[in-house]
């Protein structure tokens, strides 16, 4: 289309209308704002809003185009109301095509006005309204913060009188249709992310971890049958639970459980360990915090805390809670509420606390370094899980139900156990107790699948476990003295270039030589490729 054509019809004296004085104007807008406010989905938005402009104009056919920069295409906000040329789709996205109406609205970003439809058949937009029945438009462009969001076209069979005045009155119009059809967009893509959060969450509870999934936890002691008897019995209330055991014992499993046998079980069961939790952000991670609380804050966190809202929050080794965390920890028990690191407003939660921990905490609170009066909080109800090895009746059913799931999750054949190689199992002392025994287990899945383990492997797989759990682990700052040495004599004492060990190290040479200064080592001992001892 020609521009100064497009131009000449799009100019328009701004006088006050005739029609429409201030005060209806504002009443129709606030007509039209009040119809569209409450509306949850576009359809709904569209066809009040139809509604609505029809009491005050008359036209024949309303059309909202959303325009996508990226794909440079328009699609439909809804389907049009009124009269649908043939040829254009409402479903699927489209280009915006040259010289069509809604793409002089987008580029030029104001708008177009075509009184007679007739002198612009050269358009391939307009033969298909032309051949409708449609002789004059009228499409406003929908700027949102100064982005187009895309257009709002208005056509008619017949001129409107009033064009002049109209075109005042739909340019308000618009702006108020702009804001409601951003704020459905916002809506309509907050509401999927909430939807597929919501369908993360469902699927990592029923699949999250499936070490703890309910049917692969085995037992056959009485012990056992006594521990799971007593949490069928405290689990459906809000009491809080303290488990004790040595580690590797079941007591996380145990956790879950009471959780899962609750009617917290569709909410989250929230686990915080304790000993992870590093001193400078241990508040925030916990109770979360505000936007700009301090350094580093961009956004508002939500804490453990606030995300176990409604289900269940684990304190796994309690007995590593620094004091002041204890304090705090008792106060949320107590009051049921908090507030997030540099905000002032409570947030009130309800949530049920299991606490876990392998120390004696009656000792600990002997000796003052955990709160007697957080520990009768924690413990209304206490459950002991006692060592593997007080429960031989355990073993076997254990080696042999976690080697067919260990062999079912690799995909290999389970070995098979001789009766002297079980055993010998019954008999050992398991001091990492049932997670001693899965990682013994997944070994031999590994290195033996599908053949007879004997007495003799047994033997020789556990002498491995215990030279592993003998092999004193020595400080980090040893560790690292040695391993620049052997960085040392790979590069013959070279420090620098391609060849050189701050380059094998990943560190820089000023760093690199900082560090031989603090550990007193000399780059020039180590130039025949051997140590200096
Ligand atoms: N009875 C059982 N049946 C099957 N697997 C078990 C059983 N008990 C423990 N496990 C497994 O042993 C591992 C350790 O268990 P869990 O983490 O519950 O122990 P824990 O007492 O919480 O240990 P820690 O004190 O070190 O946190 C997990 O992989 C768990 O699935």
């Known amino acids: 289309m020609g521009k100064q054509r497009g131009n000449l019809e799009r100019k328009y004296p701004t006088r006050r209308s005739m029609h429409w004085n201030l005060e209806t104007r504002y009443r129709i807008l606030l007509s039209i704002n009040n119809a569209i406010i409450t509306q949850t989905s576009r359809v709904k938005l569209f066809q009040a809003l139809a509604t609505e402009i029809h009491k005050h104009f008359r036209y024949d056919r309303l059309s909202i185009n959303l325009y996508d920069p990226e794909t440079e295409s328009l699609s439909y906000f809804a389907a049009a109301d009124g009269i649908a040329p043939e040829g254009i789709s409402s479903k699927e996205s489209r280009p915006l095509a040259k010289g069509s109406v809604a793409q002089m609205v987008i580029t030029s970003k104001s708008p177009v006005i075509i009184e007679d439809l007739n002198r612009y058949e050269d358009l391939p937009s307009v033969i298909s309204m032309l051949d409708s029945g449609l002789t004059a438009t009228m499409a406003f462009p929908l700027m949102v913060r100064n982005r187009i969001l895309g257009s709002v076209h208005f056509s008619f069979r017949k001129r409107p009188e009033d064009m002049h005045d109209l075109v005042e009155v739909l340019t308000d119009v618009s702006n108020q249709v702009a ?123 939500v804490g453990r805390f606030e995300m176990g809202n409604g289900g269940t929050v684990f304190l796994d080794e309690v007995g590593d809670l620094p004091a002041n965390l204890q304090a705090k920890l008792l106060q949320v028990i107590q009051d049921g509420e908090f507030e997030r690191v540099g905000e002032s407003r409570a947030i009130k939660v309800n949530i049920r606390i299991i606490a876990a921990t392998n120390q004696d905490l009656e000792n600990s609170m002997r000796n003052g370094s955990f709160r007697r009066d957080l520990y009768y909080r924690l413990n209304m109800v206490t459950i002991h899980t006692p060592r593997l090895k007080d ?64 007495e003799a492997d047994i033997d020789k797989i556990l002498s491995t476990f215990q030279t592993e759990q003998q092999i004193p682990v020595s400080t980090l700052a040893d560790a690292e003295r040695t391993h620049i040495e052997r960085a040392l004599i790979k590069c013959k004492g070279v420090l620098g270039g391609p060849h050189g060990a701050a380059r094998l190290l990943g560190m820089p040479r000023s760093t690199l030589q900082y560090r031989l200064r603090k550990f007193g080592l000399n780059p020039h001992d180590y130039q025949r490729g051997e140590g200096t001892s």
């Open 179 to 301: 804001i409601a059809v951003d704020n459905m967009l916002n809506y309509v893509a907050l509401a999927k992310v909430n939807e597929n959060l919501e369908r993360q969450k469902r699927f990592l509870m029923v699949n999250g971890n499936d070490a703890y999934h309910r049917d692969h936890f085995f037992y056959a002691s009485p012990a056992m049958a006594e521990i799971m008897s007593q949490i069928e019995l405290v689990a459906d209330t809000d009491a809080s639970v303290l488990i004790t055991g040595e580690t590797g014992t079941g007591k996380d499993y145990l956790a879950r459980t009471v959780h899962n046998l609750s009617s917290r079980r569709d909410h989250l069961f929230v686990k915080i360990n304790c000993p992870a939790l590093t001193e400078s952000l241990i508040e925030s991670e916990l109770f979360g915090h505000g936007k700009g609380a301090f350094t580093g804050a961009h956004v508002q966190r």
């Open 391 to 454: 429960r031989p009746e355990d073993i076997a059913l254990l080696v042999e139900r976690l080697t067919k799931l260990q062999a079912k999750q690799m995909n290999r054949p389970a070995p098979e156990y001789s009766d002297l190689a079980l055993e010998k199992l019954i008999h050992y002392h398991w001091p990492g107790n049932v997670r001693e025994l899965k990682n013994l287990v997944i070994r031999l899945v590994i290195l033996r699948p599908g053949m007879r383990i004997s």
